[in-house]
Each structure stands twice: as C-alpha cells, then as structure tokens.
C-alpha cells in the first residue's frame, strides 16, 4: 500500500496578489485605447444603474467595449495572448519550483490553485499557469468560432468561497453542483482547510480569508510595497480576518517565503503527530 502523504493546497487571488494590477490593463485596455480608470468607473456606473453584479457588470463591459467597431479581438486565443503581457511581482516564476521542493523535503504533496475574479483564459495566457492544478477564475461562454458572447461564470467576493469547498471535498468542476454539496465526513475529504493557504491582497478576498482562517487554515495577505495595500493587510491583521501579512514578493527568504514555508513545515508536523494518534487508538475487535 502507498503511504499516505500530507496534502497542502496554496490558493491565490491573481490581481494584486500575484500581479501587481488588474489583467486587462497590461494588453487589453491599451488595444481599446481606454484608461483603466475610466473602465473602472463605468463598470460601477453600470452595476448601480441596473442593481447588477458587478464583476457581471465589467465582463459584459469589457464584450460591448470590444464589439463597438474597435477591431480588438475577443476570443479564446486573444484572451490568451493579453495574459502573456500581464506583469507579475518579483519571484512568482520561480516561486512554484522552490516551493514545491520544500514541501516535498518534508513528504508534503502541494497543490496551486487560482481562485481570482479575472479572466480564466487570460490567467491560463501567463508564463505560471502551467503550475495550477485548477484555475478558478471568470469566464466567458464562447461560440462555435471561440469569439466570447456572454459571460459564462462571474466570481465574485461572495462567491468566491464555495471554491474553497471544492478545493476542500475535491468537487473541482464548476458544473457539478451535486458533489459539492454532498455530505462528505471530514477525514474522507480531499484537502481539510487545516492544510489550506489562502493569499489574497484585499477587501474582494476577505471571505476567503476569513473561512480560511476559522475553519484552521492560514490566510495570508500580501501588498505592493509602498502601497496604500499595506495599511489594508495590516487592517485584516488587526481584525484577525487574516495570520500573516507580507510584501507581495516571492522571492526565495523573503518574508512570504518565510510564512508559507513555515505553515507547511506544520502542516507536516501535524499530520505526523495525528498519524501517531491514530496508531494509539484501540483497533475494533
């Protein structure tokens, strides 16, 4: 029989977190020739004048934006190409190899996950995608041609939580409503949230690291250093939404370095000390 490993599953948010600005600002708003700020504000705009949601509300945006004679592409392959062009923080391409290697010194299996309100097919564009296990992420329905006409999933604040359960019982298609609402006994799920991290860098990612956080996880928030994003991690520390707070890089001994692999170094520890209870207990006769 295969012995039984540790799983530890690092869930990231994507802008901000993993890149310092918004996805579409890289390529895609420059091609519209709009500001980000302006697109910003319309989409709000939107959202307040018909009660909309409003990551709805930018998606649909960014397709009548597209459409309006502006001869910028919308489709799968293009979608892919903005994502090439997006910026990531100091040390995220090495990040997964170097991070990978220290959980498996410590007979740790890790897993990445994506969980983001951008773009599925723009994130699955970028150098690092080949790393997550999963990208959950918004994303449009697409017609026979792959050109996007609707928006198929919109993740938002809210909404980004029922991920994390199906990171937690290993329900990992968005379509399958029946498993993860299933009933799953605890020790028969695929990841506990005690060997969950969540990193985010803001207010859509509280529920996340809130859930994280109570349910024995580790949420960590991280920010653009020099940024006003510091005294907002700092502000979930304070209200203990979240464990650690960090500058968004990734670089090997800096300081998320650090916290990640220190949490995983007790993921290890605690699944040995739980495989020792185990082995105590009386065996049914």
């Known amino acids: 029989m295969a012995k039984r490993k540790a799983r530890v599953a690092i869930i990231y ?12 600002e890289y390529d895609f708003f420059p091609q519209l020739k709009i500001s980000p700020s302006k697109f910003w504000e319309t989409t709000r705009k939107r959202a ?16 009548d934006k597209a459409s309006a004679g502006s001869g910028v ?29 220290y959980a498996k010194d410590y007979d740790v299996v890790p897993e990445h996950y994506i969980l983001s309100s951008g773009i599925r097919e723009m994130v699955a564009g970028t150098p690092i995608a080949k790393h997550f296990k999963k990208i959950f992420a918004s994303s449009f329905i697409y017609e026979q041609h792959g050109v996007a ?6 993740i938002n604040y809210t909404t980004k939580t029922q991920f994390l359960f199906r990171i937690n019982k290993g329900a990992l298609e968005v379509w399958d409503n029946a498993k993860v609402n299933a009933y799953q006994p605890k020790e028969e799920r695929n990841i506990p949230f005690e060997q969950m991290i969540y990193i985010g860098d803001g207010t859509t990612d509280i529920p996340c690291m809130k859930l994280t956080k109570d349910q024995g996880g580790h949420s960590i928030a991280v920010y653009r250093p020099g940024s006003p994003k510091k005294a907002t991690a700092e502000k979930l520390l304070k209200e203990n939404r979240v464990n ?10 800096k300081t998320l370095d650090k916290q990640v692999k220190a949490i995983i170094y007790k993921i290890a520890a605690d699944f040995e000390v739980h495989k020792l ?7 049914d006769k």
């Not at 592409?73 to 997964?96: C, N, S, T």
């Not at 650690?244 to 001994?253: G, L």
Request: contains cysteine; aromatic residues 12%; negative net charge.
């Open 48 to 63: 307040q004048e018909h009660e909309a949601d409003e990551i709805l509300a930018y998606m649909t945006l960014m397709l």
């Open 149 to 154: 006409k609707a928006p198929g999933l919109a």
């Open 244 to 253: 650690f707070v960090a500058p968004a890089d990734y670089t090997v001994d």
């Open 13 to 24: 948010d994507f802008d901000g977190t993993l890149s310092p600005g918004n996805m579409q």
């Open 277 to 283: 209870e185990r082995s105590c207990k009386p065996k």
């Open 73 to 101: 592409q919308i489709d799968r392959e293009a979608f892919a190409r903005y994502g090439k062009e997006v910026e990531l923080f100091p040390g995220v391409i090495e990040w997964f190899e170097h991070i990978n290697q």
